[in-house]
């Protein structure tokens, strides 16, 4: 049986307030202002709020899975996420 994953938190993938993130389309940096949210011109920011507000090309639906939008050390939020809930699980296993 597959669990639903957590929502994302910045602590999953290692990181914390201060740290800096890319938001890809734009290649935008942004600091990490709380357990996940970034700060951008003064204000904090969810990171779906602010992959709707700022990329340019809006899908249909208009909603976005923030992850997806923003990178660390080149590589994307998902794909680390991805990779330490596979290390966890293989602990576990252990």
Not at 5 to 23: A, N, Q, R, T, W
Not at 34 to 54: I, M, Q, R, T
């Amino acid at each position: 049986m597959t669990s639903r994953k957590k929502p994302f938190k910045f602590d999953l993938v290692g990181l914390s307030v201060g740290d800096k993130i890319v938001f890809d389309p734009l290649g935008i940096e942004v600091p990490i202002s709380g357990p996940n949210s970034v700060e951008y011109d003064g204000k904090n920011w969810a990171l779906s709020a602010f992959v709707k507000e700022f990329i340019p090309k809006k899908n249909a639906a208009g909603t976005y899975q923030g992850p997806k939008y923003f990178s660390y050390q080149g590589r994307t939020l998902v794909d680390i996420r991805a990779e330490l809930d596979k290390q966890r699980e293989d602990e576990e296993d252990w």
